[in-house]
């Protein structure tokens, strides 16, 4: 891998070396100590939990917001696979459509989050699991909350389900 590497650098113009430390230096990538190429933003160059695919592609990401932030990247459609979770957006909207959840559960707009949740119980998906947080924010229902948070939790996304967890308090 390191001698394509170096061939693509070199048909680019690029001097490896000097590249791959500016890009180290900025904190972009990372390299074993075979000197392969494990982490370049937003990819994971070994097989990861969160995959992405992309047409016919499929790679790696090194989280899920770095998944989220392929499809911007190249401006195509994305499905992203979280562990066995898969979502097909229809379009490039997974973080907008969970952001525009977490709002409304914020806002308290009940309504709007009864209408946009409840389609995105699916099993299976990524979007899963913001269903059951904004609902159970509204609701104070503090079952669907802990719910959530078992999800993400599952999902690899300790983070997500930290912050579900501080609804609980509010859902009771």
Do not use: K
């Not at 100590?33 to 995959?51: E, K, M, N």
């Not at 992405?52 to 770095?66: G, K, R, T, Y």
């Not at 696979?81 to 229809?90: K, M």
């Amino acid at each position: 891998m390191r001698l394509r590497s170096a061939t693509q650098a070199e048909h680019h113009g690029l001097d490896l070396p000097v590249t791959l430390a500016s890009l180290a230096a900025e904190d972009l990538d990372h390299t074993g100590t075979d000197g392969a190429i494990t982490v370049a933003y937003p990819f994971s160059g070994r097989p990861a939990a969160h995959r992405v695919q992309l047409d016919v592609h499929e790679v790696h990401a090194m989280c899920a917001i770095d998944a989220l932030g392929i499809a911007p990247m190249f401006g195509r459609p994305i499905r992203v696979a979280v562990g066995r979770f898969l979502a097909e957006p229809d379009t490039m909207n997974l973080g907008a459509t969970a952001t525009r959840l977490d709002a409304l559960g914020a806002l308290g707009d009940r309504q709007r989050v009864e209408e946009e949740a409840t389609p995105l119980l699916r099993p299976g998906t990524y979007l899963e699991p913001f269903a059951p947080r904004a609902l159970g924010g509204v609701r104070a229902d503090r079952n669907l909350v802990e719910r959530a948070a078992a999800h993400f939790e599952q999902m690899g996304l300790p983070w997500h389900a930290a912050q579900t967890r501080l609804l609980i308090p509010v859902a009771t």
